[in-house]
């Protein structure tokens, strides 16, 4: 099942956000990554068997505050 998870980090660099794309871009099951929002600080993750619970704990480790804001499977065409 691929799933989508949807993060809300602090980042205000453009060196956050390119530390937080790679810690994300490592984890297992990752296929797609982007940022999104108006301040570009959530994180779109889109994979099959990805952990959201372990990704975050990476980010907030390396980066900073993290919430998950959601997860849910995409639908195949």
Do not use: W, Y
């Not at 600080?41 to 980010?59: A, E, M, R, S």
């Amino acid at each position: 099942m691929k799933q989508k998870i949807v993060m809300k980090t602090h980042m205000n660099c453009q060196k956050c956000r390119s530390k937080a794309l790679q810690i994300v871009a490592e984890g297992e099951g990752v296929d797609f990554v982007a940022i999104e929002g108006d301040q570009k600080d959530k994180v779109v993750v889109i994979g099959i068997g990805v952990d959201p619970i372990k990704l975050t704990c990476n980010l907030r480790k390396k980066v900073g505050p993290t919430d998950i804001i959601s997860v849910s499977e995409v639908k195949s065409k």
